[in-house]
């Protein structure tokens, strides 16, 4: 297989396995209500379903990260793709609310396997010029992922049930695999330099941050400042760890870059914002309109269905024009969008959602690919694995925030007993709507905060394009090195 194909099967093979994460999310949130009713659980009950799976997540994703570096990112990423499917299985055959958390969760290390190194075989297999472009390829499986989540979950779901969602990750699952096993290097593993304190440490002050939010929605206030004070704690002797350890987790080092460290925030801020809507648009559809779970999974499909269209054309504007318009372009196009939503009410037409939705998925697009460039293009090459994992872990744990807040700021509105029925109406499809105007004020803010992000050094512009020109120099002198070498040994077994 020549190198020029073999790069592009590689991204293939690593898009279909990345596209089944978001796919998992986005096929879910739309079966919430239907899980909440089938096992008689309330928002913040069946809310752990989500984080459950994020949490396992984004705690192990530095881990994993680290681990791959010194066992094999490929490795890894074939791992984690047999460990997925087996999950999903599980969670089909559910017998309680406490059972599909626990196998969510096992999804969630699963997943974090796999994204965790995702990044980092797409960089190593692409030149620096070219990264645009692959990345933008990325985001297309990325956002057909969230595009076919809704319209499948919701399909399924009225058809066979909510526990056939999860079995759509087997026959992916097995394609990714088999994909990976016929095209990846597998190359030798060496000795692993473990830190179990700093894993140990991120996944303990993770959850008790998502405790501490999930005990705001029930009025559990102790509960919430004991919780919310000892993961304070924790995450001081996570860092004092960090720094002391001989093999850290994370490099904290990173983040006294500007750039890297805005742009991660300005990525967490939009994952919010995209799972918020996921998350909070279902029991408005649902709830208030009136809407069937096929037609609430069609509507959601909107943005999904932009980003999936536009994030190529976006990774090739950034190649051409750099990365920090279109990000700030399309933080102020999401913003838009968000504040036309918060005029919604409890006659608005599901068309108006949709289109205020295909919108946001346009200012996702031209942000997402362009911002991972300039972040796996913002250290130094040696650093991209380390590097790959905080990205992820930033920005993943936006996905639980946006779940927590997005209850919050529901719950703020409207008290948990009235949004039991199937349909509400009068006054508490009111209240309902105007936690949903809520969401979309916060998250409006938020993608404003996100614009202003992607303005950080521009007093650096030119030393920042250089640093650009630098790493492609040096990855097509290393690209050159290594075809040389390829050719000299053919041209050597060929001699003999």
């Known amino acids: 297989m020549d190198d020029y194909a073999k790069k592009w099967r590689i991204l293939l093979a690593v898009s279909i396995g990345a ?138 779901n009225s058809f066979f049930g909510w526990r056939s969602i999860f079995l759509v990750n087997v026959p992916l699952g097995i394609l990714a695999l088999s994909m990976s096993y016929i095209t990846f290097d597998r190359g030798e593993s060496s000795e692993v330099k473990w830190d179990l ?131 700030f372009a399309g933080s102020l196009v999401c913003a838009a969008a968000l504040l036309s939503m918060t005029s919604l009410t409890t006659t608005s037409t599901p068309l108006t959602i949709f289109c205020n939705l295909a919108v946001f998925g346009l200012g996702t697009a031209l942000f997402l690919s362009p911002a991972n460039k300039t972040l796996m293009s913002a250290l130094p090459e040696e650093n991209v694995g380390m590097a790959s994992g905080v990205i992820a872990t930033i920005r993943d744990m936006g996905m639980v925030f946006a779940v927590c807040y997005g209850g919050l700021l529901i719950h703020s509105a409207i008290p948990a007993q009235m949004m039991i029925p199937d349909q509400i109406f009068g006054t508490a499809a009111i209240a309902l709507t105007e936690g949903i105007r809520r969401v979309m004020i916060f998250c409006a803010i938020l993608s404003i905060v996100m614009a202003l992000l992607s303005l950080t050094g521009m007093k650096n512009r030119k030393q920042t394009m250089m640093h650009y020109e630098d790493l492609a120099l040096k990855k097509t002198v290393s690209l050159e090195k290594r075809v040389s070498g390829a050719v000299n040994h053919i041209l050597g077994g060929n001699g003999r």
């Not at 978001?22 to 008689?40: R, V």
């Not at 994703?61 to 680290?66: D, I």
């Not at 089909?92 to 980092?120: E, K, T």
């Not at 720094?243 to 750039?259: R, V, W």
Request: net charge positive.
């Open 197 to 327: 304190p700093g894993t140990v440490l991120q996944f303990s002050y993770l959850f008790l941050i998502i405790f501490a939010l999930n005990s705001v929605e029930q009025s559990d206030y102790p509960g919430t400042l004991g919780a919310g004070v000892l993961a304070v704690l924790l995450f001081a002797l996570f860092i004092r760890t960090e720094l002391k350890a001989e093999s850290p987790m994370i490099e904290l080092k990173f983040f006294k870059n500007k750039i890297f460290s805005a742009f991660n925030v300005s990525l967490h801020f939009n994952y919010i914002c995209v799972y918020m809507l996921l998350f909070a648009l279902p029991f408005y559809l649902q709830k208030v309109l009136h809407v069937g779970t096929g037609t609430s999974g069609l509507i959601l499909t909107a943005s999904p269905i932009v980003m999936m269209v536009m994030a190529p054309i976006s990774g090739f504007i950034s190649d051409r024009v750099g990365s920090r318009i279109p990000v």
């Open 19 to 156: 596209m089944m994460v978001p796919l998992n999310a986005s096929i879910i949130n739309i079966s919430l209500p239907n899980i909440a009713g089938f096992f008689g659980v309330s928002l913040s009950v069946v809310e752990w379903v989500l984080t459950g799976y994020f949490i396992t997540f984004i705690g192990l994703v530095l881990f994993f990260a680290r681990f791959g570096d010194f066992f094999g990112h490929e490795r890894l990423f074939m791992i984690g793709l047999v460990g997925f499917m087996i999950s999903s299985v599980l969670c089909s055959l559910s017998p309680s609310i406490g059972a599909l958390i626990l196998f969510r969760a096992l999804q969630g290390i699963a997943g974090s396997m796999m994204l965790s190194v995702s990044m980092v075989l797409v960089e190593k297999s692409f030149p620096t010029r070219y990264l645009g472009k692959a990345f933008g390829i990325y985001y297309l499986a990325i956002g057909a992922g969230l595009a076919v989540g809704p319209a499948i979950g919701g399909v399924m």
